[in-house]
């Protein structure tokens, strides 16, 4: 009867696992904080130098992307760690929190706050850097960052907005969900073993479009009306898409779960 009341969801010992969480990596959460904001400074300064009067909010976005997906990215990528070490996995899975907790808490850490945290923090400090290069320069004038310019530059005059920023939005999550399911499923090396799998699935996804184009000539058979299923026109395209990327991180967050909940029974 414990261990049934033990694997139902408890707020109280959600809350008590994060605060342990916390307390014993508050250095390394500090550190990192620090590391970033520094780095990010660092090579916003550089990359403006190149720049000074050119420079605005695209190109700030521009930096933002690549820092946030590259981050992200290894970060989900790093999910799990208790799994890395045999002594560290036998402790974590002693400890008093159900599998739901335990993956909610993952969840919530390495991706969740991460997509909150990490654009707070890039924009606190490319308004802190822009703002000390005008001070000491006045006449640079593209030192303000601005998230929703950014957002709404990405489909500015486009009448599929909301499917462009759909797509967008599910294609960053991409980049969290797949090292995420991947560090649920490899124990050790994780990076290294999802990087090899990505490479593996785009080498066979270039090489059956080759097969197709080159080969087997596909192209001549394409219908009169160009068309291909219910696909008739830009924007069914950018809905077939943005579908397709929802169902493969929803795929990817079960494949995680499951994955877990089979090493923690």
Known sequence: MTMEKNNL????RFVGLFRQSLIINRWQIGISIV??????????IILQSQNMYGWGNRHYANVFMVLFLT???FYSGFSFPAFREKERSTAYLLLPASVTEKFL???LTRIVLFVILVPLLFWAVANLEGAILHSIRPEIQGYRFSF??????IAQGNDNAGWIHLLVVQACLL???LPFAGASHFSKS????ILFTLSIVAAGYVLLIFLSTEILNIQAYTPANDTVLFINNDRDILIAISISLIVINL????IAWFKFKEKEA
């Open 9 to 12: 969801f408890s707020f109280q």
């Open 35 to 44: 590391g970033f904001s520094g780095l990010t400074f660092l090579l916003l």
């Open 71 to 73: 981050a992200g990215f």
């Open 105 to 107: 808490f993952e969840f």
């Open 148 to 153: 929703l310019e950014a957002w709404q530059d």
């Open 175 to 177: 980049a969290f969900t």
């Open 190 to 193: 994780p990076i290294f073993k």
């Open 251 to 254: 795929s990817m967050l079960a």
